[in-house]
């Protein structure tokens, strides 16, 4: 059983920053893919970033410059440096692991539970 616990939410002032970070737990061999996704009320879930084993990264356009993913292999963690964030920035943003390798077997998806994380003055 492998569970992704995130913390660092919170209410920010425009321009501000928050860093968001996810350890997983269980017995992992290893995290393909770890990221951040986000939902805002009346939207759909949306990737925000991600990151792959070996340090490859990818980011929604309208993150680009002012986020940054980051991760930790040997503790499983992967974090969200949000800088210069926006009032637009504001949804439930959710931890993602994919291609989870454990002891005999291969996983496709794991979600945190997400944290909220608001912009506004």
């Known amino acids: 059983q492998v569970h992704l616990v995130e913390s660092g939410g919170g209410l920010v002032q425009p321009g501000g920053s928050l860093r968001l970070s996810c350890a997983a737990s269980?017995?992992?061999?290893?995290?393909?893919?770890m990221g951040w996704y986000r939902q805002a009320p009346g939207k759909q879930r949306e990737l925000v970033a991600d990151?792959?084993?070996?340090?490859?990264?990818n980011y929604a356009d309208s993150v680009k410059g002012r986020f940054t993913v980051s991760r930790d292999n040997a503790k499983n963690t992967v974090y969200l440096q949000m800088n210069s964030l926006k009032p637009e920035d504001t949804a439930v943003y959710y931890c993602?692991?994919?291609?989870?390798?454990?002891?005999?077997?291969?996983?496709?998806?794991?979600w945190g539970q997400g944290t909220q994380v608001t912009v506004s003055s």
């Open positions: 993602h692991a994919a291609g989870v390798v454990v002891p005999g077997n291969y996983l496709p998806n794991y």
């Open positions: 269980g017995t992992i061999i290893r995290l393909n893919v």
């Open positions: 990151i792959t084993w070996n340090g490859i990264t």
